[in-house]
């Protein structure tokens, strides 16, 4: 076989776990019984069946919850982390079950909850959420594996049962066969099988993994190993107990020292574990070849099994559970284990999680019950975690639970932060005052130029301007700072010079920062660096720099510690994907997020998300749609000035698309008064820009005013500036150069809208050649997806 052709068969993709007619099927299902039990292998297919059924995607989810060890004697803790904010505390279940129901009352249609590995749940909850699904209020669909339970028995008797018989060997070599195009080599389908346990989802990553590091290969028209050793690794059950323990507890505390690991184990299981490619030795650390390989084993372990690995193993890893990132994991096997967690741990725990965007688990790790001495740890980082899921009124336990003289200049910055979620003008005041003043003159000021901060960080988002942004970077110099609000600072500064049109300093800025905070990855917090991921992503395409751009969403998504933990990572690949004209991609995303989101809102981006979809459905020719999103996203208006005003100005350019040039340009004249009245230049030039694509020469006045003194014009407030130059001079050549330079530069979005300005002013045969006006009719069309 040519080796091109190989290439090909390579990547062709994966046959789906499930056929769509089956999905549809199971979902009536539900509809029919309100609830629907899932069980069948560990390894993530029966969650990837209900998270298909219910719609949901496969991250964490306020409409998803996976249950584990140590859960079931937790009285009403199910409910406590779906509805958190919403329930009374200390409640009996039929007032629990009435505030839920009251909660659900607002919503359009009865929303589908999932809970994952129902069986470890507390039976409180799985009887509130029953008779809920029972009435109506809500679809349920739980996952449990093949371990029987009281929880387990009780829904099935209440739902309909959805039973996933594991793969056999038959089924992998036919799936194989599907995705390379080739017969596979009895020996790698025993290998795949015997890795993947019979788990769909575990059998694409082991295959595609194995593919990747070159241990599977297509060889002379068959898919065979690459190496002698790739072979079936032993029967678990027969394998060494060491071996086992090994494995077993690398997939609790997810990394391990190496020369821990070697003290603590047979170096001949780790070297066993390596042959076989269970587990690699990277950087000093031990670790699983495939990631869900690791938690498939970890949720086949019992409560008992756990218990007894922590009672042989725990105190003997030291340095592997001190290791950064495992400490979530590691606070999970001790909970499970049934001990209370040690305090740093429980707030490396919380720390870790929220890093990680697992704001429930950092909850959970904080509370006082989770820990030997009974305290609420690490409530910074708690705090954040409740604002990152919508539950301000929480915020308050920060205020009366902690002193903050006792704060280091990081937490006092979140401190500071908080309080403008404080809606007393008084109140607000005195917390400052108690915050700041302190006797020791030098920690004063240093405090003080945190307050400056946390009030300049505030400015920032509900205006902007020159003054704000040199107040910022005087206050970046100022030796003042922790390294870590020091990194907060140049965030500010890169989100008010993108504000002030200076999208190529904002750039630099956010660089800064993000600079600033690898040095300090130790003591990283995840208020410094989902902030920093975010600007550098705003101001790359500000910057027009749509490739880098992309590469900061990669990063952001990726967690730590790239330059965040992604807590927004769908919609900020949302607003790439519609710049660069991937109008397809960016609908998927805005949906994907727009699912995850539920009923909350912390961050207020809805209707910018939901006026997005609304436009990529337009270029999709879908307009009923369209309309649908359009009147959702004029429902959830923004008290952040800048998202509410980019969310306005989306909605008037899908108006013009939907031949509503009136409404259109009646929203973008209040957004560019507006934009004018908050000193935020980049938001006025987009909306004036908007408005000469809709409006044509009339509207040109408001856009050349706006571009008229650029200090960094670059990005795009340059581009618009050539766009008004050149229609005020009628300069049709200059206007197709910028619209086919913005097409190179991967920025198709603006390139679209002026190709389709150029088609409508051009009108005589003479203003363009053929060429020309074909090659713009084909970028003003953004609804080919080869061309995203």
């Known amino acids: 076989m040519p080796e091109d052709a190989e290439t090909e068969v390579a990547h062709r993709p994966w046959p789906p776990a499930f056929p769509q007619a089956f999905v549809a099927a199971t979902r009536a299902r539900l509809d029919d019984r309100g609830v629907l039990v899932v069980a069948g292998t560990d390894g993530g297919t029966r969650d990837l069946l209900a998270a298909e059924v219910a719609g949901l995607v496969d991250r964490p989810s306020l409409h998803r919850h996976v249950s584990r060890q140590g859960d079931a004697h937790r009285a009403l803790f199910v409910l406590e982390q779906l509805w958190r904010d919403e329930l009374p505390r200390g409640a009996d279940l039929d007032t629990v079950e009435t505030r839920i129901r009251e909660q659900l009352a607002g919503h359009a249609g009865p929303p589908c909850i999932v809970l994952s590995d129902a069986e470890l749940s507390d039976a409180e909850s799985v009887d509130v959420l029953v008779r809920l699904a029972a009435a109506g209020d809500l679809r349920l669909v739980a996952t449990v594996g093949a371990t029987s339970s009281a929880v387990a028995d009780r829904l099935r008797s209440a739902g309909d049962l ?10 992998v070599a036919a799936r194989l066969e599907s995705r390379f195009g080739v017969l596979p080599d009895p020996a790698v389908v025993a290998f795949v099988l015997d890795r993947a346990g019979g788990s769909y989802e575990l059998v694409r990553h082991v295959v595609d993994t194995s593919v990747d590091a070159g241990l599977i290969d297509v060889r002379d028209g068959i898919l065979m190993p690459t190496d002698a050793s790739v072979d079936a690794a032993a029967d678990r059950a027969s394998a060494d107990p060491t071996l086992v323990d090994l494995l077993d507890v690398t997939s609790l505390v997810g990394l391990l020292d ?103 688990r950092a909850l959970v790790h904080s509370d006082p019950a989770a820990n030997d001495q009974g305290a609420v740890v690490a409530q910074v980082e708690r705090v954040y975690a409740q604002v990152q899921l919508g539950r301000r009124r929480d915020v308050g336990e920060m205020f009366d639970g902690i002193d903050p003289a006792a704060l280091d200049e990081d937490g006092l910055y ?140 990669d990063a952001y998504a990726s967690g730590p510690y790239g330059t965040g933990g992604g807590r927004l990572a769908l919609s900020m690949q949302a607003f790439v994907n519609r710049q660069r004209g991937a109008v397809h991609d960016a609908l998927a995303d805005a949906h994907r997020f727009l699912n995850d989101l539920g009923p909350h809102d912390p961050h207020e981006l809805r209707g910018w998300v939901e006026a997005m979809a609304a ?35 989306t909605m008037a350019a899908t108006r013009d698309a939907l031949a509503e040039p009136e409404e259109a340009l009646e929203i973008l004249d209040d957004v560019i008064d507006e934009a004018v009245a908050r000193g935020l230049l980049n938001a006025r030039i987009e909306a004036a820009a908007a408005g000469v694509l809709v409006g044509g020469p009339p509207q040109l006045d408001r856009l050349l005013d706006a571009v008229d003194d650029l200090v960094d014009p670059t990005g795009t407030p340059a581009a618009w500036q050539r766009f008004a130059r050149g229609v005020q001079a009628y300069d049709i050549p200059a206007i197709v150069e910028l619209a086919i330079e913005l097409e190179a530069g991967h920025a198709r979005l603006i390139a679209s809208g002026i190709a389709q300005f150029v088609l409508d002013m051009a009108r005589r045969a003479t203003d363009l050649d053929d060429a020309t006006r074909a090659h713009l009719a084909t970028l003003a069309d953004l609804s080919d997806p080869r061309r995203g």
């Open 162 to 171: 959805v039973e996933i018989a594991p793969l056999d060997a038959a089924d």
């Open 258 to 360: 190496v020369d821990e690991c070697r003290d603590v184990f047979d170096e001949c299981a780790l070297e066993l574990a390596v042959r076989r490619g269970i587990l690699a030795v990277h950087d000093g650390a031990v670790g699983f070849v495939f990631a869900v390989e690791a938690t498939s084993v970890r949720r086949t372990l019992t409560q008992e099994r756990q218990r007894a690995l922590h009672d042989r193993y725990a105190a003997a890893l030291v340095r592997s559970t001190a290791r950064p990132g495992v400490a979530p994991k590691v606070a999970d096997w001790w909970t499970a284990s049934g001990r209370l967690l040690p305090v740093d741990l429980a707030a490396r725990a919380t720390r870790e999680a929220n890093l990680q965007a697992r704001f429930r």
């Open 615 to 649: 436009d990529c459905l337009v270029h999709l020719d879908r307009p009923d749609e369209a309309v649908a999103a359009l009147e959702s996203a004029a429902r959830h208006p923004s008290r952040m000035p800048e998202t509410d005003l980019a969310r306005r100005t």
């Open 414 to 553: 979140v401190y500071l932060h908080a309080v403008h979620l404080v809606d007393d003008d008084d109140e607000r005041e005195r917390l400052v005052r108690r915050a700041v003043m302190v006797d020791d003159p030098t920690a004063r000021r240093r405090r003080e130029a945190v307050r400056v901060l946390a009030e300049l960080s505030h400015q920032t988002f509900s205006g902007s301007g020159d003054r704000v942004a040199t107040r910022l970077r005087a206050l970046t110099f100022s030796g003042q700072l922790s390294p870590g609000n020091r990194a907060l600072t140049f965030m500010a500064l890169s989100a008010a010079l993108r504000g002030s049109a200076r999208p190529t300093q904002a750039v630099e800025a956010a660089e800064f920062a993000r600079e600033t905070l690898r040095a300090e990855e130790a003591t990283l917090h995840a208020f410094h660096l989902d902030p920093a991921g975010e600007v550098l992503i705003s101001a790359r395409v500000s910057a027009l720099d749509l490739d880098g751009a992309q590469q900061a969403v």
